[in-house]
T-cell receptor
Framework: NAGVTQTPKFQVLKTGQSMTLQCAQD?????MYWYRQDPGMGLRLIYY???????DKGEVPNGYNVSRLNKREFSLRLESAAPSQTSVYFC??????????FGQGTRLTVV | EDQVTQSPEALRLQEGESSSLNCSYTVSGLRGLFWYRQDPGKGPEFLFT???AGEEKEKERLKATLTKKESFLHITAPKPEDSATYLC????????????FGTGTRLLVSP
């Protein structure tokens, strides 16, 4: 009963490098989300996908792209990483009930 | 602008010393108020959803209440294992239902 699984758990990137954060859920949820969590700022929505085949921008989408690969998987891509993208990234999903279930997070450092 | 504010930022209690955490919100059209628990290095874990003023939910030593302006998380006779950061989030509808998070209250319960 895995819930929401994120990979990797930790990553260090150099400025300008690219990477993709992976997320998969096994709860048959329609909606999936990517958040970032920074000290003193709370969780902020980057992108979301209300259903398979759709994606939309959240509060802080600049510098990111997403792909809803299928109902289970929702990936977040950083094309050219910047130090300002150092953060902890969380993937979440929700179904018919609005409460979101979160993964364990990816701690990303951009140097 | 939708805003959620939590207080205090940090709270230290002795085991058995009851207290309350506050979550005040200013949002356009509250659809629900959520409480999450977050342990260090982990993703937020869902606790409660409240939908209308006057509603209460309980789980072990925790009780969440909701008014038209704020929510409280009451912790009765806390134990050290209740130490965590508690997040609240308002569910708002801006064309799509999204969660607006507060910055959390860090709770430390000493034996």
């Amino acid at each position: 009963n895995a819930g929401v699984t994120q990979t990797p758990k930790f990553q260090v990137l150099k400025t300008g490098q690219s990477m993709t954060l992976q997320c998969a859920q096994d709860m048959n949820h329609n909606s999936m989300y990517w958040y970032r969590q920074d000290p003193g700022m709370g969780l902020r929505l980057i992108y979301y996908s209300a259903s398979e085949g759709t994606t939309d921008k959240g509060e802080v989408p600049n510098g990111y792209n997403v792909s809803r690969l299928n109902k289970r998987e929702f990936s977040l891509r950083l094309e050219s990483a910047a130090p300002s993208q150092t953060s902890v990234y969380f993937c979440a999903s929700s179904g018919l009930e609005p409460e979101a279930f979160f993964g364990q997070g990816t701690r990303l450092t951009v140097v | 602008e939708d805003q959620v504010t939590q207080s205090p930022e940090a709270l230290r209690l002795q085991e058995g010393e009851s207290s309350s955490l506050n979550c005040s919100y200013t949002v356009s059209g509250l659809r629900g108020l959520f409480w999450y628990r977050q342990d260090p290095g982990k993703g937020p874990e869902f606790l409660f959803t409240l939908y209308s003023a006057g509603e209460e939910k309980e789980k072990e030593r925790l009780k969440a209440t909701l008014t038209k302006k704020e929510s409280f998380l009451h912790i009765t006779a806390p134990k050290p294992e209740d130490s965590a950061t508690y997040l609240c989030a308002a569910l708002v509808n801006t064309g799509f239902q999204k969660l607006v998070f507060g910055t959390g209250t860090r709770l430390l319960v000493s034996p």
